[in-house]
């Protein structure tokens, strides 16, 4: 029994010949389409070679010396001998041979595939027996369908790209100096513990950025795993079965095929469509591409004995692309790294004339250098300390954790998307879904649930909804066109099982529902197959909308059977049958059979039609037919649609639906979805054909495209005018794609979205985002998780640059004015980890908030730092520096430290301008947590993670001072100088809203 096919709606050619399961480790979906498209190879051997990653000791090419069948012509002498030594009547290399050169004469001497299948255990019907004993007999005689697989980096190699930052390596590389300069001289004392410190807060950095780099790798791992989960349908034991992508068939022989058209591109490295049939050339090799056209395979070879055998699919799916957002902060942070350099070299030369000027001084009141005493030694020293000062500054003034939080970020985001089932393949896609203005989407399937029933039914002058006692109301004769039309003129199949009384029905939504319809009327499958002989197809496409097939029956009578859609049928049929009678079709009745199109299209039913004739030779005819029925098919809207389409228009996007629908239908299914309205602002041409918009000039088209929501009887030449009229106009378009004909339209869109369960591999190679359950939501969420991205990385922006600001001026300002700086190198290095890694993953973790879906989308240009994040940076910066520089020189009398020596006063002070300072970034985290309209504490208690960090940051501070001031540099703090280090973190907060609150015009900024 042959296995349906995937779909009938979109039956578009586009399936690759597979490529073994170490091709789908590549692209995650390469084979999927192997057995599909309108063309689709049904696996004869029934992935015979259903197969695990074998061990060893399991045959492989190198076993056969395949290499040595590449480089020359095969000339093959097969002597076969009267029994095998094993089950099977042929060996391994034999099987290889037949995909090489000169193939065909090896298959030839096995009787073709009639010969070969046998040997084989297979039953070119049913496929393999399908059992596990039988799959583990295959796998240990074939091989595996899997090629070695590339080692993933382990925990070892992030730590060691941690530890090649070059601030980082200059730091420890001076504290060292310093250090071993310090043991020389013998001068060390406690004074050592500075550079203990440096080194410790640099082995931290290291560590802590390794972890976080390694954990985002698991996550990408995780998603290509995911990627790679992909299940395909085969034939076994006669009956439709679904296996895991590892386990498709590669190599094989053409079984049987109509019009098969395969591109061998990627394969023989020519740029051409070769025909294939089962006597001059029905070899076919895994990675090829089916064109056009159907057909059914039996499988050869497998895994490292396939023609595709080079292990592409060791390459990772995630290969650490960078996005635009990270190209973009990657340049803020160069410009920064180019201020904090010039700035640190100025720094460096000032200090290092002023120390040798003799103007610098010690905290006794004596000179630093003296050109007359101080020695070789302690000049070094000075250099190496000023050298610090300067790459201290550049450590705090480079926002190097930027392009990471976008990197958080992403994992994040593909983590929770994945639980929405949409599988993110490009990661820049997501960000361009934040900012997209235009959905162009199929209808079925993606706003519709696939779930056809036919409803309505037309038939010898007989219409009725009543499907059940239809049978009652029509000819015998009627009833026997209709169902041998049914049974014969398909991809699907139904399958009796043992001891039920329903079938099971496999096929498309489409063909499922006309099969039911055909079971509904007594249709007896098997048999009408059985007593009949398909000997021409003409295949279905989107243009032609219909499909054909040539039968000879058991009497010796020849007929053509058609069905497609409705009025193209209609359209050629001549006749009609009135019960027991042909009749010709008058005006009046073809009028009759158009009103009752019209009729089904309004309530949104799908119309097509069976039509027949006798044949006699040549070309299959399409014209002067006989209209058997007219049946209509309800395909209802997705539960929660309507919300979804006006979630889009509240976010500024418009949808626009595409589909093979008559204008009628796809308008009616429209109007319940909620794409048209009805209302009186709705503006004209928002529904138009297909053949209507095509027929247009250049300059008309990108006139009306921007107003079109609805075009039915669309093909995928249409949608590609289309897409290329919107992204004239400036829109950034997102399309939805099935088949290989939608692929040159995914490449237009900005962004592009395969279907899961409706597309082939050809369109999930094309496509950015695979929506895997092909619900029209999924899309949504992605549009709610790209601004969600894309508003994140603004605030960690904000956040990162107030740091980095505020830093840099406090140490830049108190380093020319008393030659020091009132944080440590340890002590940046600090606030520089709670930042850099703590803060993005807080703010990593904020869920989209649903005010996203109320704004417009960011157009193209609109600068990525708005005038509210100016606002709210110059207050922050403008507070802490104030705050901090006031502390830094009239700490001593505010904390009242006038009765402390002069070093524990400066170490006190200090300690808590470190502290306020961490505080400042802790409550400003916060402020940066949520939109400027919504209150800052919202949902706050519901982000478990976005807690644990602030808390995790407080503690981790509290150590530090409390604990590690020996490494620090830090003293103990008493209750007071705790509460005006919170007091003065708290009232940053309370300045950063200040903007928003006095400057009523920055609320209308919509993009933070």
Avoid at 512 to 539: C, W, Y
């Amino acid at each position: 029994m042959k296995s349906p096919q995937r779909s009938s709606d979109d039956l578009e050619a586009g399936g690759d010949a597979p490529k073994s399961r170490n091709h789908s480790r590549r692209r995650g979906r390469g084979i999927f389409v192997a057995v599909d498209a309108s063309i689709r190879f049904k696996s004869a051997m029934g992935c015979e070679k259903e197969i695990e990653l074998g061990s060893h000791d399991q045959p492989t090419a190198k076993d056969v010396k395949l290499s040595q069948l590449e480089e020359q012509p095969v000339q093959v002498e097969i002597e076969l001998p009267a029994s095998y030594p094993d089950e099977f009547g042929i060996r391994l290399e034999e099987l290889v041979s037949i995909s090489c050169d000169g193939g065909l004469s090896v298959l030839k001497r096995f009787d073709g595939v009639s010969g070969l299948s046998p040997l084989l255990h297979t039953d070119l019907d049913k496929g393999i027996c399908g059992t596990h004993e039988d799959i583990r007999r295959r796998r240990n005689k074939f091989g595996s369908n899997e090629y070695p697989l590339k080692k993933e980096r382990n925990f070892w190699m992030f730590l060691g790209e941690a530890s090649r930052s070059f601030t980082l390596i200059v730091l420890v590389l001076a504290a060292l100096a310093s250090l071993l300069l310090q043991i020389k001289t013998k001068t060390i004392s406690h004074e050592w513990y500075d550079e203990a410190g440096i080194i410790v807060a640099v082995i931290l950095v290291i560590f802590v950025t390794a972890i976080s780099n390694y954990n985002q790798s698991l996550q990408f791992e995780k998603l290509n795993d995911e990627k790679r989960n992909i299940c395909i349908e085969v034939t076994r034991n006669g009956r439709l079965v679904e296996v895991p992508i590892y386990d498709v068939p590669a190599d094989g022989v053409l079984v049987s095929g109509y019009s098969l058209q395969i591109g061998e591109y990627e394969t023989m490295g020519t740029n051409r469509t070769v025909h294939k049939d089962t006597d001059i050339d029905p070899i076919l090799i895994s990675g090829s591409k089916v064109e056009d056209g159907i057909g059914r395979m039996l499988v050869t070879s497998v895994g490292m004995n396939t023609q595709w055998r080079m292990p592409m699919a060791c390459i990772p799916l995630y290969t650490g692309e960078e996005t635009p957002l990270q190209v973009h902060l990657n340049r803020v942070v160069i410009a920064f790294g180019l201020i904090s350099i010039s700035v640190a070299l100025v720094v460096f030369l000032i200090e290092s004339c002023l120390c040798f000027m003799g103007r610098t001084k010690n905290t006794d009141g004596s000179p630093m250098f003296d050109a007359g005493k101080t020695t070789l030694d302690e000049k070094i020293d000075m250099v190496i300390k000023f050298i610090i000062l300067g790459v201290t500054i550049i450590v705090v003034a480079v926002p190097e954790g930027l392009p990471l939080a976008v990197t958080l970020n992403i994992a994040y985001m593909t983590r929770k998307l994945l639980g929405e089932k949409v599988l993110v393949q490009k990661l820049s896609a997501c960000e361009a879904m934040g900012s997209a203005t235009t959905i162009v989407c199929h209808k079925t399937g993606i706003l519709t649930l696939n779930q056809m029933e036919v409803v309505d039914v037309c038939a010898g002058r007989v219409r009725t909804h009543n499907l059940d006692t239809m049978a009652a109301e029509l000819s015998p004769l009627l009833i026997s066109l209709i169902t041998e039309g049914i049974a014969l003129n398909t991809n699907g199949s139904v399958y009796h099982p043992e001891g039920q009384s329903e079938p099971e029905v496999f096929g498309s939504a489409t063909e499922r529902a006309i099969l039911n319809f055909g079971v509904k009327l007594g249709m007896n499958f098997d048999e009408i197959k059985s007593k009949s002989t398909i000997f021409r197809v003409s295949p279905f496409n989107s243009r032609r909308k219909r499909r054909g097939v040539a039968v000879q029956l058991h009497d010796s009578q020849v007929r053509v059977h058609w069905k497609g859609a409705a009025k193209t049928i209609l359209a050629s049929c001549q006749w009609y049958m009135d019960k027991d009678n042909i009749a010709a079709m008058d005006q009046e009745k073809r009028f009759y059979f158009e009103k009752t199109i019209d009729e089904m299209s309004k309530e949104g039913l799908r119309c097509a039609a069976l039509a027949y004739r006798k044949f006699t030779d040549g070309d299959i005819p399409e014209s002067n037919l006989v209209l058997l029925a007219i049946i209509g098919i309800k395909d209802s809207c997705r539960p929660g649609i309507s919300r979804a389409i006006q979630q889009c228009r509240n976010a500024g996007v418009k949808v626009c639906m595409v589909t093979g629908d008559d204008l009628l239908t796809a308008k009616a299914i429209a109007m319940q979805c909620g794409i048209l309205r009805g209302t009186l602002d709705e503006p004209a041409n928002t529904a138009i054909l297909a053949s209507e918009f095509a027929s247009m000039s250049e300059a008309d088209r990108e006139e009306i495209a921007e107003n079109i929501v609805v075009m039915g009887r669309s093909s995928p030449d249409e949608n590609l005018l289309l897409l290329e009229a919107l992204r004239k106009k400036g829109h950034v378009v997102a399309a939805t794609g099935k088949g290989i004909r939608d692929a040159p339209s995914l490449r237009q869109a900005n962004i592009s979205l395969a279907m899961g369960i409706g597309g082939t591999a050809i369109v999930k190679e094309c496509s950015d985002i695979i929506i895997l359950e092909d619900n029209f939501t999924s899309i949504v969420k992605v549009i709610q998780w790209g601004r969600f991205l894309y508003t994140n990385a603004q605030r960690f922006l904000q956040f990162r640059l107030t740091v980095n600001a505020s830093a840099l001026i406090i140490c830049v300002v108190v380093a020319v004015h008393s030659h020091e700086i009132p944080l440590n190198v340890a002590q940046l290095l600090w606030i520089n980890l709670l930042t850099f890694t703590f803060g993005a993953w807080a703010l990593a973790s904020e869920p989209p908030m649903d005010n996203l879906m109320r704004r417009p989308p960011v157009r193209k240009g609109e600068p990525f730092i708005t005038k509210l994040m100016w606002a709210k940076f110059v207050a922050q910066v403008s507070f802490q520096v104030s705050a901090l520089l006031y502390l830094n020189f009239r700490g001593e009398s505010i904390l009242k430290l006038e009765n402390k020596s002069l070093d524990q006063a400066n170490k006190v002070k200090n300690t808590v301008i470190f502290n306020c300072f961490v505080f400042c970034q802790v409550f400003n985290e916060v402020e940066c947590r949520t939109s400027y309209q919504g209150n800052t504490f919202s949902g706050i208690l519901k982000n478990h993670l976005f807690l644990g960090t602030i808390l995790l940051n407080v503690i981790l501070q509290i150590i530090v001072i409390e604990c590690l001031g020996i490494f620090f540099y830090t003293a103990r703090l008493n209750l007071k100088q705790w509460l005006i280090s919170i007091g003065i973190g708290f009232f940053s907060q309370v300045i950063g809203r200040f903007p928003f609150q006095a400057f009523p015009y920055l609320r209308n900024e919509d993009h933070i």
